[in-house]
């Protein structure tokens, strides 16, 4: 059974930080491309940032330059460390892991953890 497991999120200030975390299990972690996604208030889920197997990232153009994402391997873990952080950064941060195997594309959702930033 996969699983995901997001933590982390909260309320911070404007200009502040959060780091969030998701652990993995029930999957190979190591193949998996891990991203997190955000959604906000009456808008659509959107890509934040993505990371491959081999360590290509891959970053919206709204956080580059403030959001870092990294993966333990040896953890199973994925965390995404949010500074500099702007209203607008307020959503529900989902976890997500893609794997491709002979049988197909695969993917998975974490249940997400809000991030609240105030104005």
């Known amino acids: 059974q996969v699983q995901l497991v997001e933590s982390g999120g909260g309320l911070v200030q404007t200009g502040g930080s959060l780091r969030l975390s998701c652990a993995a299990s029930?999957?190979?972690?190591?193949?998996?491309?891990m991203a997190w996604y955000r959604q906000a208030p009456g808008k659509q889920r959107e890509l934040v940032v993505a990371?491959?197997?081999?360590?290509?990232?891959n970053y919206a153009d709204s956080v580059k330059g403030r959001f870092t994402i990294s993966r333990d391997n040896t953890k199973n873990t994925v965390y995404l460390q949010m500074n500099s952080l702007k209203p607008e950064d307020t959503g529900v941060y989902y976890c997500?892991?893609?794997?491709?195997?002979?049988?197909?594309?695969?993917?998975?959702w974490g249940q997400g953890t809000q991030v609240t930033v105030s104005s």
């Open positions: 997500n892991a893609v794997l491709f195997r002979l049988s197909g594309r695969s993917e998975y």
């Open positions: 029930g999957i190979i972690f190591s193949v998996a491309t």
């Open positions: 990371i491959a197997s081999g360590g290509n990232r």
